[in-house]
């Protein structure tokens, strides 16, 4: 099972940007559908943003369309969320995870990805 690692959470004000990075540990990366989601306490995780194995086709939450971009890198194994324009509650614990399923074509079910890193934290605050 590959295994992820997030990075780049951090402490920020309302307007300013951050980009996450997902580490993947192996080559399967390359061929798996990739996901973004956050968690607040007491709150249920939420999707964000998905992205297919290729890299031509994204998903994009309400919350995050027009603000936040999806991408990867498959010669890094990595994947990317830039996020701008941030907001207070855009404040959580981000999550990268990998689709369970080679058919993934969009879901924003947490049910249908598998492995999962152990999140990286996100503050808005003035």
């Known amino acids: 099972q590959v295994v992820l690692t997030e990075s780049g959470g951090g402490l920020v004000q309302p307007g300013a940007s951050l980009k996450l990075s997902c580490a993947a540990s192996?080559?399967?990366?390359?061929?798996?559908?990739m996901g973004w989601f956050r968690q607040t306490p007491g709150k249920e995780r939420e999707f964000v943003a998905a992205?297919?194995?290729?890299?031509?086709?994204?998903y994009y939450s309400d919350a995050a369309k027009g603000r936040f971009t999806i991408s990867r890198d498959a010669a890094k194994n990595t994947l990317y969320l830039q996020m701008n324009s941030l907001k207070p509650e855009d404040a959580a614990v981000y999550y990268c995870?990998?689709?369970?399923?080679?058919?993934?074509?969009?879901?924003?079910?947490?049910?249908?990805?598998?492995?999962w890193g152990q999140g990286t934290q996100v503050t808005v605050s003035s």
């Open positions: 995870a990998a689709a369970a399923t080679l058919y993934y074509r969009g879901s924003h079910d947490p049910a249908d990805f598998g492995s």
């Open positions: 192996d080559r399967s990366f390359s061929s798996t559908a």
């Open positions: 992205i297919d194995w290729i890299g031509d086709v994204t």
